[in-house]
């Protein structure tokens, strides 16, 4: 048996972020992780670039049935904090759209200033670790693995939600949560394709690698960005964004020309007198293939002259207001990041321990806190890591 102060299950974002704050601390921590490399959804993100952070962290951008929890941990470790680390390192990156921060180079960067600040700090990071059992006995943790028992004061579980199995994705988190009768927001994957249902996805299957920029929304919420067509489904930056908020049997609404108002565009070319059909006028709007999509042959091949008011004003509904109804998700195997998790609500939203168990934290995407796209859940990953480790 190995005693240790701090026993972390989960070598990713979050668990190697609070292992470097708890070793500043001079706590003996130690990493556990069953993957053979540490960091590997650091590695393989924004395409091998990391987006670490984004310049605008709001509550705002944030999912949960508890949406004040995330604020106190946001303002007291911020984007500009992480970005101090970076700079400490000289790692370059740059800015993409809506504040998304990437690295130049490669992933590999943070990750390797993660690791070198956990071996500054004296924290042990044991991989190839499988985690088979946790006892608590007489105020300490007994973590059962496959290489022995591991005796910590306090357990922190960073093990991530269930997004991207191959990656290695384990319901282990959730697990520990329900072994200590801790509530379990329901689970559902988000930032996720959306598929079609058969006939749509029939109907579209032409426009695969097609990308419209659009604004996407529902009951609760609005984005505006790229659809894209795939053979499958939608997916693109709009998609993944609203797919956080969608409920499987809703519609969403595409407003595929945002900065148009294509009736009083109709209604103007009309006056005009030009003789061209709708469908030349639209294809200067919208994708041959897509108008095809949307509307009849024997509406689109009208001239514009003979073109009624009612006419008009179904063309301008079907293309501002395209609702469409997915038939589900690509699911975890695509998704993100997962919706839902511990329930913030059994957290102290000062320290993430448990209120429950003393001594037991959760970190991370197992948390029932998930952001937008946009380097917004590496956030909240590095905020309630920092906030755990100030206290573990």
Request: charged letters at 20%; a neutral charge.
């Amino acid at each position: 048996m190995t005693e240790t102060d701090v026993i972390i299950i989960g070598a990713g974002a979050s668990g190697l972020m609070c292992a470097i704050e708890a070793g500043k601390r001079g706590r003996k921590v130690l990493v556990l992780d069953h993957a053979n490399k540490a960091g590997k959804k650091i590695l393989m993100s924004g395409g091998g670039r990391c987006n670490f952070t984004n310049y605008d962290i709001d509550p705002d951008n944030f999912i949960s049935n508890n949406p004040h929890f995330c604020k106190s941990a946001l303002s007291r470790y911020s984007q500009w904090d992480f970005l101090a680390l970076v700079a400490r390192y000289q790692i370059p990156y740059h800015e993409r759209d809506h504040g998304q921060l990437f690295c130049n180079d490669s992933a590999k960067d943070i990750l390797n200033m993660l690791l070198e600040e956990c071996a500054d700090a004296g924290v042990v990071v044991q991989l190839n670790t499988r985690t088979n059992g946790i006892d608590l006995l007489t105020n300490r943790f007994h973590v059962k693995t496959d290489h022995g028992i591991l005796i910590g004061q306090s357990l922190v579980v960073a093990t991530g939600g269930l997004s991207i199995p191959k990656m290695g994705a384990t319901p282990l988190g959730y697990k520990i949560a329900q072994q200590f009768d801790i509530n379990i927001i329901p689970t559902r994957a988000g930032l996720v394709p959306f598929t079609l249902q058969p006939e749509n996805k029939d109907k579209f299957s032409s426009l695969s690698g097609t990308a419209v920029p659009c604004v996407v929304s529902n009951k609760r919420q609005s984005f505006s960005e790229n659809v894209l067509f795939t053979h499958r489904g939608l997916s693109g930056p709009v998609v993944l964004q609203i797919s956080s908020y969608w409920r499987a049997g809703e519609a969403v609404v595409i407003n595929l020309l945002p900065q148009v108002n294509l009736e009083t565009e109709l209604k103007a070319k009309r006056r005009q007198k030009l003789k061209n059909t709708l469908k030349t006028i639209l294809e200067g709007y919208l994708p041959k293939r897509l108008i095809h999509c949307l509307l009849p042959d024997e509406l689109l091949n009208i001239s514009l002259p003979d073109l009624s008011d009612r006419q008009i004003q179904q063309v301008a509904d079907q293309l501002h207001q395209w609702a469409i109804k997915p038939n589900g998700t690509e699911g975890y195997r695509t998704a993100e990041v997962t919706v839902g998790g511990v329930d913030c609500d059994e957290l102290s939203s000062k320290t993430m321990e448990c209120k429950k168990v003393p001594g037991l934290y959760f970190i991370g995407e197992v948390v029932d806190v998930t952001g937008w796209l946009g380097g917004y859940n590496f956030q909240w990953a590095w905020s309630s890591a920092w906030c755990a480790g100030q206290y573990v």
